[in-house]
């Protein structure tokens, strides 16, 4: 008798963020104490945000603003009136021994950001909508300098820098709509997008600006009931993100098939083996004990206050990439690309100014440009061709003055020391020919220099066509009209 082999039962992940961002204010959250990052150890700190007897916080009015402006961006509800908690929990990096953030009636709640999902092979764009339950301020706690670190090489001790204790945070929690792990990483840069187009944060996540931990869970496709949930922390990139979700899902379905209990626990990404390892197991929220914050009073948000920081929100990514759609005729992937960085778009945008079509000025910017910064590690300021420089060189291609080819040519100068494109073609005679007369007479030459390849081509071998635009170019020096070429040879050659 044969057993059959059991078939594996589907599943599906149920996935959440919570995203703390680190604000750009120059100030920490409730104190004067700067925020400046990297400065010398306990350097940036006062009597408040090391929590000493009898001195009071008091909010940065900045930090408020930038909570209403963020939730206005994620389509959420402003709450007129919201609080402060104390959040108790104790570590050797949280000075007061509790943390002053928000519980019950955060600042914001009930919004959602919608996700692009591109397809790397054929770049389709897909669309989906993430919940956003809620977004609270907070401050955040102090670093642990461990042993081992540049700072203490060979020590066999820890050290407490309360530099970061105060900086402002806001948290951003994720309804449970993420399925994988590139959705949780497409939604986290789509948020980083968001505080940077805001400018209320550099989003950097290397030096701890945004940081996301993901609850993780697995069930049967078709059961309403969530599995038993993980929190992932020590994830430093968006393919951690990624990466540590994707293993994540597929040790959590390993253990249920094989009937092996899940614990609800907080683990880490260990990058070096690409894996989640135990940390601890997961405190509750009754474990923080949150009370009110008797220090801070309760904060209204007024409605003409609320409209003067909708006014003055800019036009955000997805505005951005429905509109390049929609009026510049660009593909998703185009208008995704462009709209990235919002540096980059401001400089397209400039450059189609100028009149240029938004297409090629398009494929300049996300194809040439884009590999030279990448290369040198520039960003697009940092260049000396200015947008109203790309735009005059798109425009000498279009009206045929030169070719994509000589375009390419001059490039790497227009990247180097700027100027202008059509100056620099005119200096080097390197205009596009595109008299008809002159072009046939260089074909009429190369076929009388070449009988045999004419006849060949007659005879039906139509690949050797391009052996004679490659001549006419060699001939040339690149300046013919390639187009104008194509059609010439076309009807030469037919005889």
């Known amino acids: 008798m044969t057993t059959a082999t059991p078939v594996k039962t589907k599943y599906e992940a149920i996935i959440g963020l919570e995203t703390h ?65 104390r959040k108790q929990y104790f570590y050797p990096d949280l000075p007061k021994n509790y943390q002053i953030s928000q519980y019950d009636l955060p600042i914001v709640e009930d919004g959602h950001l919608e996700i692009e999902l591109v397809d790397k092979k054929t770049k389709d764009v897909t669309r989906k909508t993430i919940g956003i339950t809620r977004l609270h301020m907070e401050e955040d706690a102090g670093k642990l300098v461990h042993a081992g670190s540049d700072r203490l090489a060979g020590s066999t001790h820890s050290l407490v ?9 806001l948290e951003i929690v994720s309804e449970p709509d993420i ?53 992932i922390k020590n994830m430093n990139s968006f393919s951690a993100i990624q990466k540590a979700i994707e293993y994540e899902i597929e040790r959590q379905i390993e253990a249920v098939e094989n009937g092996e209990p899940i614990y609800q626990e907080t683990r880490l990404w260990d990058e070096s083996n690409q894996e989640t390892i135990s940390m601890r197991k997961k ?12 220090d801070l009073p309760p904060l209204v948000v007024s409605k003409e206050q609320l409209n003067t920081w909708k006014e003055a929100l800019p036009e955000l990514p997805a505005e951005k990439r429905q509109r390049y759609e929609e009026e510049l005729g ?13 540096e980059v778009a401001q400089y397209y945008e400039s450059a189609v100014n100028t009149g240029a079509d938004a297409k090629l000025v398009a494929n300049w910017v996300t194809q040439d440009i884009a590999a030279h910064l990448n290369n040198n590690k520039l960003s697009i300021t940092e260049i000396a061709l200015k947008p109203n420089s790309l735009g005059e060189l798109v425009q000498l291609i279009e009206k045929g003055t030169i070719s994509g080819k000589i375009a390419k040519e001059i490039l790497p100068e227009l990247l180097e020391k700027g100027g202008s494109p059509k100056a620099i073609v005119e200096s080097k005679g390197m205009t596009q020919i595109s008299d008809p007369g002159e072009i046939e007479k260089v074909i009429t030459a190369l076929m009388e220099a070449n009988p045999s390849e004419v006849e060949k081509y007659r005879g039906g071998k ?9 001549q006419v170019m060699k001939q040339t020096g690149g300046k013919a009209d390639p187009k104008l070429t194509n059609q010439l040879l076309g009807k030469k050659l037919q005889g």
């Open 330 to 342: 660009l593909s998703a992937y185009d208008a995704r690309v462009l709209t990235d960085d919002r």
């Open 161 to 169: 820098d309360f530099n970061r204790t105060g900086v402002p945070l």
């Open 21 to 85: 961002c680190q604000l750009n204010t120059t100030s920490k959250i409730f104190c004067n104490c700067s925020t400046q990052f990297d400065s010398p150890p306990n350097t940036n700190v006062c009597p408040v945000c090391l929590g000493y007897p009898g001195v009071l916080p008091v909010l940065n009015e900045e930090v408020l603003a930038s909570a209403v402006k963020l939730g206005l961006a994620l389509n959420a509800k402003i709450a007129p009136y919201s609080k402060f908690d």
């Open 179 to 231: 399925r994988t792990g590139q959705e949780a990483a497409e939604y986290a840069q789509e948020l980083r997008r968001l505080v940077r187009y805001l400018g209320i944060s550099d989003g950097n996540m290397q030096e701890g600006s945004l940081r996301c931990d993901v609850n993780i869970s697995v069930r049967p496709v078709g059961q309403k009931e969530f599995g038993t949930k993980v929190e």
């Open 462 to 470: 139509k690949k050797l066509k391009g052996f004679f635009v490659g």
């Open 283 to 294: 405190e509750g929220s009754s474990d923080y004990r949150y009370f009110p914050e008797p």
